[in-house]
């Protein structure tokens, strides 16, 4: 395995740690959780950015990475159903969103990037999940599921996007 391979599975390692800080959310664990989820979230930016760089992109990694990209967003958004804090259907039509567009993936011969769509759907999900997960005072509950429901509108839209047929 190659140097943006670890970093990949480095990211999967903090999914555990999530689900198991999110399971105990003092303010404490939760400001930690929010951490490992920042960086974790960090470092599939810089993975992609060293494989390309590097020369070293590889079948693996074109593999894991998008695989524990969805898993890093899924765990803390079920902790947070489980907590109350989203509700279980928004969080089904993302995962509904990431199963259709991986089964889409699985069919096709050429596997492009993420468009500006995917791109903004991630940085949403991201921001939308930290805050959420950050012990925050109330006054900040709105603008937390505001930023989650935006993160489910465009989930949705850049799976729609996916799957229209393109102009060639």
């Known amino acids: 395995m190659n140097l943006p391979t670890w970093i990949t599975v480095s990211r999967l390692l903090g999914v555990p740690l999530l689900l198991v800080l999110l399971a105990h959310p003092i303010d404490r664990?939760?400001?930690?959780?929010?951490?490992?989820?920042?960086?974790?979230?960090?470092?599939?930016?810089?993975?992609?950015?060293?494989a390309?760089?590097?020369?070293?992109?590889?079948?693996l990694g074109k593999f894991l990475d998008p695989l524990v990209?969805?898993?890093?967003?899924?765990?803390?958004?079920l902790s947070l159903v489980e907590l109350g804090q989203v509700p279980a259907w928004g969080v089904f039509l993302i995962l509904a969103r990431e199963l259709t567009i991986a089964g889409w993936r699985v069919n096709q011969t050429q596997i492009s990037g993420a468009n500006l769509w995917g791109k903004l759907k991630t940085v949403t999900q991201i921001a939308a999940i930290a805050l959420l997960i950050a012990p925050?005072?109330?006054?900040?509950?709105?603008?937390?599921l505001a930023a989650f429901w935006l993160a489910v509108i465009l989930?949705?839209?850049?799976?729609?996007?996916?799957?229209l047929p393109q102009p060639k």
């Open 29 to 50: 664990t939760r400001w930690i959780a929010l951490a490992i989820f920042l960086l974790a979230a960090g470092t599939d930016w810089l993975d992609g950015y060293l």
């Open 52 to 59: 390309r760089r590097l020369n070293q992109v590889t079948d």
């Open 69 to 77: 990209d969805k898993l890093l967003v899924l765990a803390p958004l």
């Open 136 to 144: 925050l005072p109330a006054a900040w509950t709105a603008a937390a």
């Open 155 to 163: 989930t949705l839209i850049s799976g729609a996007i996916y799957l």
